[in-house]
């Protein structure tokens, strides 16, 4: 593990990619996802978070239907499906974190809106001052200042030429209360 001036560390895991997937249909999603999971979906006219474990589950039973879906991410530690609305279908990739080559990648944890938060069933309702107001699966803290709640996420990085890198995929990995605690990534 190497740690860049910036205070990311360069990391290595074995990853693999499936690209070009075309689905039909919503349930093709338990063709890669196996096990329980969290998804972001963004639809037309919102962004709803929940989980999903071979259907969805979203706060107030909401229910989601493709012809509405813009982007659809099902991740967690070892796993995403990612997908997006293109040419009137579903359109995506599979990466998976448990097989493949060795990949370096770098992970960052990327704040999500919510300064107040209200627990409320199994789901936390976090606002903004402005109105802005979003639910996520899980008992989750914050206040206007260091507690927040974040997304890890995964950039991959590509190499040209064997010495020039770019960063080629980025995946969701989790949710994540900030500040980390010690030991924590």
Same mark, same amino acid.
């Given at each position: ?16 990619? *499936? ?9 093709? @999603? ?9 998804? +972001? +979906? ?8 929940? *989980? /999903? ?17 813009? #982007? ?12 997006? #609305?293109?040419? %009137? ?44 107001? @979003?639910?996520?699966? %899980? ?16 950039? /991959?990085?590509? /190499? ?12 969701? +990995? ?8 010690? %030991?924590?990534?």
């Amino acid at each position: 593990m190497n740690i860049i001036e910036n205070g990311l560390k360069l990391m290595s895991i074995k990853s693999s990619t *499936k690209t070009n997937l075309i689905l039909e249909d919503l349930k093709k @999603i338990k063709d890669y996802i196996k096990k329980e999971s969290n998804v +972001v +979906v963004y639809l037309d006219n919102e962004v709803l978070i929940g *989980k /999903y474990n071979s259907d969805f589950s979203f706060q107030e039973d909401k229910r989601i239907e493709k012809q509405f879906v813009r #982007r659809l991410r099902i991740f967690n530690q070892d796993e995403e499906l990612h997908l997006w #609305r293109s040419n %009137g279908g579903l359109h995506g990739r599979y990466r998976s974190d448990s097989e493949g080559e060795e990949t370096d990648f770098i992970e960052a944890n990327q704040v999500i809106f919510g300064t107040k938060a209200e627990i409320y069933n199994e789901y936390t309702i976090l606002t903004e001052q402005r109105g802005t107001e @979003i639910a996520i699966p %899980g008992k989750w803290k914050t206040d206007n200042k260091k507690m927040r709640v974040a997304i890890k996420t995964r950039h /991959y990085i590509g /190499y040209k030429n064997g010495y020039r890198a770019a960063y080629v995929d980025v995946r969701f +990995v989790k949710f994540v209360q900030l500040p980390l605690m010690e %030991g924590e990534r």
